[in-house]
């Protein structure tokens, strides 16, 4: 996307210090073309963002599992364990 800005921004600059008539109307074309593909690209990247917040919402992983409040030498191997497993998330 960051490339269709730049191309749209390179034809309005292109339109912007056109002198005759025939070159101001072959940047405009060249403007609208960029204008038209940086907008058809917003439009796909925001498609893309919509259906990866409705994927999150469906793929939600419920996890109770919470770590001992204190430690004591018999759990303290079984909460490494635990505090192990939750940072894979």
Do not use: W
Not at 43 to 72: A, C, K, N, W
């Amino acid at each position: 996307m960051a490339a269709k800005l730049r191309y749209f921004d390179q034809a309005l600059a292109a339109y912007r210090i056109a002198k005759s008539a025939k070159k101001r109307e072959e940047t405009l074309y060249s403007a609208h073309k960029a204008g038209s593909d940086l907008t058809f690209a917003f439009g796909q990247m925001r498609q893309r963002l919509e259906v990866e917040e409705r994927e999150s919402q469906v793929f939600f992983i419920y996890d109770p599992t919470t770590p001992p409040f204190h430690l004591t030498q018999d759990n303290a191997s079984s909460c490494q364990l635990q505090v192990a497993s939750n940072d894979r998330r």
